[in-house]
């Protein structure tokens, strides 16, 4: 393939190749590469938790982080901190966990889930807040945890952002399918593709992935299924939805299992999927930990509901003297939030989908009904509620 400035600039899905995926995937994980690691299992960097705190009382700390990085960025993009977590710092996060899951039981409703079929799992959304409400004690031990923070601050710096979601898969409950994570793996081929190829390689800079074992998982409980140096692969964003990605998944990625206590950090851009609990009596719990760059914020705060409804007149009256779809576009825009998070995922549920519809898209749809200002005002209030976390 010719090498032309379009083509560096736009990714696109027809040059995704697998052969170029197995390329990437032939390099090996060399545990010399990683002096304060144990051993390298399944291609995967692991530490001992213990030895790394030791190294850490010595002084290490800025050397770890660099190993770390190197880990997500050049190495397998996988690391596991082995018994990271004491069982009595563990266990009442757990329960408190087990009795948010039947409180929000008891209220009904879809719950819609990541990559995986609504319903398949349990999922408590904004398991960080409702912790903190549900036992603040236990919140404030498990979140002292040094190697969480240890983790963030060596992909992120200071000022980063904990989110978190507890997953529970019950004994039969189906896995999902091979993905990337949060920004671009958030949306589907068609929207990625719109995105310049520098924003594909920056999309994984603005977060970092985790999981903490809350039990004990084998493998026939489904812990996570990974592809060690996939995050290297520039197309991976589009190249997940292709069935031949998809099938090569399936058949060779691997998948470590954990005792409760293990922490996992990974490069968001890693292929990887939760697995299916084919045991018949372990709740697999992890609780996934999305940590989030301090730089994801724009400088002012712009309402921008009000600005919307402050030009609706104005922009519907274009629409209706005949303005070009793309006029109308670029004022959208300008004013209206176009990106779907942050949200409440208990109040705008991923039901049939992996986002929320954003603000400019409700007012695209109101536009295109003719709806009135009062209408629009209606819409965007409601869906102001899905943005608050309570």
């Not at 039981?105 to 408590?124: E, L, M, S, V, Y």
């Not at 985790?210 to 991976?236: N, R």
């Not at 004013?335 to 208990?346: K, R």
């Not at 200002?373 to 976390?389: I, V």
Request: glycine share 8%.
């Amino acid at each position: 393939m010719t090498i032309t400035t379009a083509t560096r600039h736009w990714l696109r899905a027809q040059d995704c190749h697998l052969a170029d995926l197995l390329a990437i995937l032939d390099a090996e994980t060399v545990l010399a590469d990683y002096p304060h690691a144990t051993a390298v299992a399944q291609g995967v960097v692991v530490y001992a938790a213990e030895q790394v705190r030791a190294a850490l009382a010595e002084g290490a700390g800025p050397a770890i982080e660099a190993e770390l990085c190197h880990a997500w960025t050049e190495g397998p993009g996988i690391i596991v901190f082995t018994g990271a977590f004491a069982r009595e710092v563990l266990d009442p996060v757990t329960a408190a966990y087990d009795a948010i899951v039947a409180d929000e039981k008891a209220i009904g409703g879809a719950r819609g889930d990541h990559f995986g079929k609504p319903g398949a799992n349990d999922r408590i959304w904004n398991a960080l807040e409702k912790l903190a409400l549900k036992d603040p004690e236990a919140f404030v031990d498990y979140y002292a945890n040094d190697l969480v923070a240890l983790g963030a601050r060596a992909w992120l710096g200071p000022g980063y952002q904990v989110t978190a979601q507890a997953n529970i898969v019950r004994p039969g409950g189906a896995g999902q399918t091979v993905h990337r994570d949060y920004h671009l793996g958030f949306m589907d081929a068609e929207q990625a593709a719109r995105y310049p190829a520098h924003i594909h390689a920056m999309s994984p800079q603005l977060t970092l992935q985790g999981a903490v074992a809350h039990v004990d998982m084998p493998v026939e409980s489904g812990p996570t299924l990974y592809l060690p140096h996939s995050q290297k692969y520039a197309l991976g964003y589009l190249a997940y939805w292709l069935p031949e990605f998809q099938d090569y998944f399936v058949a060779n990625h691997v998948q470590l299992p954990l005792t409760a206590g293990d922490l996992v950090w990974f490069n968001p851009a890693l292929f990887h999927a939760a697995g299916t609990n084919v045991s018949s009596d372990i709740q697999r719990m992890a609780n996934l930990l999305q940590v989030n760059s301090a730089f994801g914020r724009a400088m002012e705060s712009v309402d921008r509901a009000r600005v919307v409804e402050a030009i609706h007149p104005a922009l519907a009256a274009r629409v209706a003297a005949g303005w070009s779809d793309d006029a109308v576009a670029h004022v959208v825009a300008a004013s209206a939030e176009g990106y779907p998070f942050p949200s409440n995922l208990d109040r705008a549920q991923p039901v049939g989908g992996m986002a929320p519809p954003s603000q400019a898209d409700l007012v695209h749809a109101a536009l295109a009904e003719g709806a009135s200002t009062e209408d629009l005002a209606a819409r965007l209030a409601e869906q102001a509620k899905t943005t608050r976390s309570h």
